[in-house]
């Protein structure tokens, strides 16, 4: 019994020492440390094994088989104890890229890797539509906004993808960038996606967190989709899983100066670790990515997306991509930018068309090129049309009309682009409704997006006063209005009910 707890107190003792030398380096002396101690345990464990054998080994004073069966035991424990605090701390170094984190830090980020535990301490939890989140007391207000926007972009993920979304994700706040960087192990990160616990970690007070959000879900949905036809999750090139990401976040090619854009082999993106140094002063690997993924979105449809996602391995993603386009991927990376650069101008034009055919009075032919935009442009085309459609309804004096395509705007709008209808619906109302607009204009002040520093409220508020025309003054004076066709109109009616004034 006295051996057995001498050698328990032994193992305690090894065990911690173990513990702090090896936390306390970084991956090279943390393998360096765990190996010699590894090495004793095998000496430990072939003597210990002789001993059992013979009897006895006097070398290392064992005289019986008990002791020998103990002192196998403890090399066998030592050794297991020696490679968990190896890998832990090997993992923890390896991933982030922080050679000098804590102990404490490293068994956390080990821990959140397998367990229900976030990376970071102090950090409180709670549950919401089957998203779990961790976050500090000060960004719980954060988790409203979250969930609003993760109800909304699941249907449309869920019924792109045909994926369900059950629950299981998980989403850590994290309070300052250094913090995001350091759980990534790279500098320069806005957000990402950990494979291994299905969670996305982000600051939620960026200005861009909706695009980081959506474009981390993607990589999640990405991993349901895997999961759901028994695929592996890394069998996707890292250059596509990118694309999608930022194709469902809602970038636009137009974004970009297409004629400026570097482009390299694909086959050079297709894991993350390279995808990830592929970056420098002048190449962004996220650009080519999503230019690629836009142009065969708008050349085949976004059913291609979950055709592409149901390759087998990266060489079964390529056949299936090449036979899609008909065409090498080398040679793809010839050609897609000049493809989307013709695209852009075929829109540009489009545009410039609609304008002259407004101008000229011909109506019918500037609603049919307002169609033609809508049905090959992305959705900020498709915005700017709209706004064409309900210009050549003002310009024809068709208010109503247009308050009713505003309306029915408004109703799918993307948050975007909500602020901008709302305020140009305020100024349309003026010309039938001037109580309407002051409604219209405090419903786009209550946004997050709004805009102004000035208060464009009380503007409508006195146009809605006894002293109307001193608002209407402000308003065309201080050049709150922005549509030259209800300038226009509201210039004429006014200068109608205050003769000399206008």
Known sequence: M?????????LVICSGI????????????????SGIFLVVCTFLFIASTVGVVKGKLDLIKLTTVTEAAGLMTFSILLGLVVTTIALINSFAVYTTGDESQSSDKKIRVFASRIFDVPSQAALLKTERNGVTYFYPENNKDEIEKMDELLQLEREKFNSTLGTQDDGGLTIEF???????????????VAGYYDLSNKRIHLVPTDENWELILVHEYSHYQSHLFSDQHLLSITRIPSWFEEGVADYFAGESSMWYDLESIETIDFHALDNQEDYDKASTDTYDPYAQSFLAVESIVEAHGEAIIPELLKSQSTGGFYKNLEKTINMDIEEYEEIFLQQLLADQQQIADWFDLGYQQLEMKNYEAA??????????????????????LVDIMLVQEKVDVAVELLKKKIEVDQEEFLVDDLLLLAEVYLLVDPKMSLEIAKRAETSELYFYE??????????NSDDELAGYKRLIEDEWLYNPYVIYQLVGKLSQDYPGEF
């Open 2 to 10: 006295k051996n057995l707890l001498k050698q328990f107190i032994l």
């Open 18 to 33: 173990s513990f702090y030398l090896v936390f306390n380096q970084g991956l090279l002396g943390g393998v360096l440390i």
């Open 174 to 188: 994290h309070e300052d960038y250094a913090s995001l960087e350091s759980g990534y192990g790279s500098e320069e």
């Open 367 to 388: 609603i049919k090129t307002v169609e033609n935009i809508r049905e090959t442009g992305d959705i900020y085309d498709i915005d700017a049309a709209d706004w064409l």
């Open 454 to 463: 000035e208060d464009i409220i009380s503007v409508y508020e006195q146009v």
